[in-house]
C-alpha cells in the first residue's frame, strides 16, 4: 500500500503561521499535521505501508525533505519526494508524482485530520472518505444509488444530493487506473476553474463502471484557518487524553502551577505561578509565568509572561508579554 500525500501550498488562510513553515507541518497536539495524518491512515487501512510520497512546492527546503521522509520512515515505508512548483490544481498535483501512482493506494490532502474505524472494501475499485455535514451545499458531495454505490461528484449543490461531503481522502484498488485517466485530463487541456482536478480523473472511471464507494468517518477536522485549527487542536488533546495518551513530558517544571486536562506539554517547559488548561499545546522549551492560558496552540520556544489568552495561536520563537486575549502570532514575534 502506498499513500500519496499533496502538499504544495503554503496555506495562506493560515497566515502568518505558514510564511516561516507549511501549514502541513504545523503542529496539533504535539505532533506536525501531516505526520498524523499519515499515521492515521495507516492504523484505519491496517496494512504495511511501502511507500509515502510527499508532493511539496521546492521552496520548502530540505530540513521539509527530511522531516517528511523521517514521517514515513517511522511507518516502515520509503519516502519520496516530489515538486508541484505551480499551483495547477489537485488533478496536476496528483500527476507530480506518476512514478509512484502504481498498485493499491491512498491518496490524501494534507490539511485534514480524521478518526475512523472500519474495513475497506476489497470490491470496490475506489473507497471515497466522506462525512455527514449539516450543511451539505457548502462542499462536495457524492451521489449514491441503492445499492450505496457512488455514482456522481457534484461540487457545492444548490439542490440536495447528499448530506455526505467529500472530505480529500481517496482509495483506489490500482491507482495507476486513476493516473492514466488524469493524463488524458491534462493532454486534453481539462480545466475546471482555472486547474487540474482530481474530480475530472473520477469521473471517467465512473463512466466506465467502475465500483466507488464511500467510506464514513467518526471525525474530520480541518486545519484551513487559525480557529479552525486551534478548534481541531483541542479535538485532537480531547481523543488523545480518552485514549489514554500520555500527553505531559516528564521534565516538565512546575512551581505554584496547575495544569487542567487535557493538555500536551512538551520537554523543557516551564509553568511558573500559571494555570493551563484545558486543551493547550506548549510546544518543546516554552516558559509561561504568571499566565492563565486555555484553548490555545503554543509552538516552541515560546515566553509567556502576564498573559490570559484563550483561542490564540502562537509561532516559534516568541515573546509575548501583555493581557491581549483572542490572537495569532507568527514566528519570532516580539509583543511587550
Known sequence: ????????????????????IPKPLIPIAGKPIVHRLVEDIAGVLNQDIDEVA??????????????????????????????????????HAIMCAKESLSGPAVIAYADTLIRADF??????????WVKQVDQPEAFGVVNLNADGEIIELVEKPKEFVSDLAVIGIYYFKDVAVLRNELQAVLDNNIIHGGEYQINDGIKQMMTKGMKFVPGKVDEWMDCGNKDVTVDTNTRMLGFLHKDGENLVSDNVRLENATIIPPCFIDEDVAIINSIVGPNVSLGKGTHVINTKIKNSLIQ????????????????????FN?????????????LE
Open 54 to 91: 510527499f508532493i511539496i512546492h521546492e521552496s520548502f527546503g530540505k530540513k521539509v525533505e527530511e522531516d517528511l521522509i523521517a514521517i514515513a520512515q517511522k511507518l516502515g515505508a520509503k519516502g519520496t519526494i516530489y515538486y508541484q512548483n505551480e499551483a495547477l490544481g489537485t488533478g
Open 119 to 128: 474495513d475497506l472494501d476489497k470490491t470496490a475499485d475506489s473507497v471515497i
Open 322 to 334: 501583555g493581557n491581549f486575549k483572542s490572537i495569532s502570532i507568527g514566528d519570532y514575534s516580539v
Open 1 to 20: 500500500m502506498k499513500i500519496i500525500v499533496p502538499m504544495a501550498g503554503r496555506g495562506s488562510r493560515l497566515r502568518p503561521h505558514t510564511l516561516t
Open 300 to 319: 516552541t520556544h515560546v515566553h509567556l509572561i502576564d498573559a490570559n489568552l484563550d483561542n490564540a495561536m502562537i509561532g516559534n520563537h516568541v515573546n
